[in-house]
């Protein structure tokens, strides 16, 4: 996508909070400033969002306890419903994913991988092909106790499906097939840090995990060829020790590859570390998230905007971001109660 495709946000919302629904806004090329145009309610919690630029086909999670998935037909500034919400047969999808001809979804509750195939029109198959379950455990005492598959994306490569599991301190390397996942390889993480989101490096070669329990982000090498994943360092996205709660939720890799940030919800901070070539991620700043509990983080296509959507405080805030330090600078901010994601069409 580039940057004049990219005229388009579709903020992700909980409407058991307050929100409503799918988000359309309008995306200033200049300024980065959203204008919100459109919204659907026709998805209880669509917390998480995927955009299919080449058949025009927006898919959202619905975090509920009977968790699916579900597509809309984007027609100018609207979103129609292209059949029926899928059952994805697991508890809380958080995150959701395109590969290989299906929609992936990760169910925090279930602690599972969910492949529901996708037709040529971009709607979904009724039935999933397959459903992953996680095994094992970890040492946090409350959230540890089981697998919480918390995100789930294609590799650079194409070839591999990786999943993030915070309950079992483990990433997952998985192949696709006619029946659905199939795991490849496990890597285990440091014991008690809790992995939730990852960010692949444009290189194609390195890969990034935000742990939610450390609060820490851990460096890793990505092998394609052989589906390895190779913990290298772990830092922290904090500069000192927290002063309250500090749960960071997301990560995103800046387009050329220089600079990575984390949000941290509980200290409402953007972290902002240098990437040097061998893969270190030096924290270089934090800046406020300009509201409270950003729960997500996205980069414009163009490395020109940060965008984070701040859940409890209801709103999207853009940054515009300094091409040569990767810091990002307040622009301004719009009201979306309960916001949980954006991506950008």
């Keep these: ?14 409407t058991a909070a307050g929100g409503r629904g799918v988000v359309v806004a309008a995306l200033h090329p200049d300024t980065g400033a959203l ?48 059949g029926a919400p899928v059952p994805v047969q697991g508890d809380a999808p958080t995150h959701l994913a395109l590969h290989g001809g299906h929609l992936l979804a990760a169910n925090y509750g279930s602690g ?43 590799d650079p490569s194409g070839r591999w499906a990786v999943s993030v599991d915070l309950g079992t301190d483990s990433v997952r390397v998985c192949a696709l097939g006619e029946d659905g996942l199939t795991l ?21 070669d390195l ?15 990505w092998d394609a060829a052989d589906g390895a994943l190779k913990p290298l360092a772990e830092t922290s996205v904090l500069p000192g020790a927290p002063a309250g709660d500090a749960y960071p939720s997301a990560v995103v890799v800046a387009p050329d590859g220089r600079f990575l940030w984390a ?17 270190t991620a030096r924290l270089t700043a934090t800046v406020p998230c300009g509201g409270r509990w950003p729960r997500d983080l996205a980069v414009h296509p163009s490395g020109r ?41």
Excluded: K
């Design 263 to 279: 949000a941290t919800r509980g200290e409402d901070v953007v972290s902002v570390f240098a990437l040097d070539a061998d893969g």
């Design 305 to 345: 905007f940060l965008y984070a959507a701040n859940e409890h405080s209801g709103d999207v805030t853009w940054f515009t971001v300094d091409p040569d330090t990767g810091l990002p600078r307040r622009g301004g901010s719009v009201d979306v109660p309960a916001a949980s994601c954006v991506v950008f069409g």
């Design 207 to 221: 890969a990034y995990v935000l742990n939610e329990l450390a609060p820490t982000v851990t460096a890793c090498a």
């Design 112 to 154: 599972s991988v969910t492949s529901v195939p996708v037709r040529a029109d971009g709607s979904l198959a009724p039935l999933p092909t397959g459903v992953l379950a996680h095994q094992g455990a970890g040492p946090h005492p409350q959230r540890q106790q089981s697998p919480h598959a918390h995100q789930v994306q294609p």
């Design 184 to 204: 490849h390889r496990e890597i285990a993480l440091r014991p008690g840090s809790g992995p939730r989101h990852l960010a692949f490096h444009p290189r194609g």
């Design 1 to 14: 996508m580039t940057e004049s495709q990219a005229r388009r946000a579709y903020i992700g919302s909980f």
């Design 35 to 82: 204008t919100p145009l459109a919204a659907t309610d026709a998805v209880a919690d669509p917390s998480y969002l995927a955009l299919a630029p080449d058949t025009g086909t927006l898919y959202a999670v619905s975090e509920t306890s009977d968790g699916a998935v579900a597509a809309f037909r984007v027609s100018g500034d609207a979103l129609e419903p292209l």
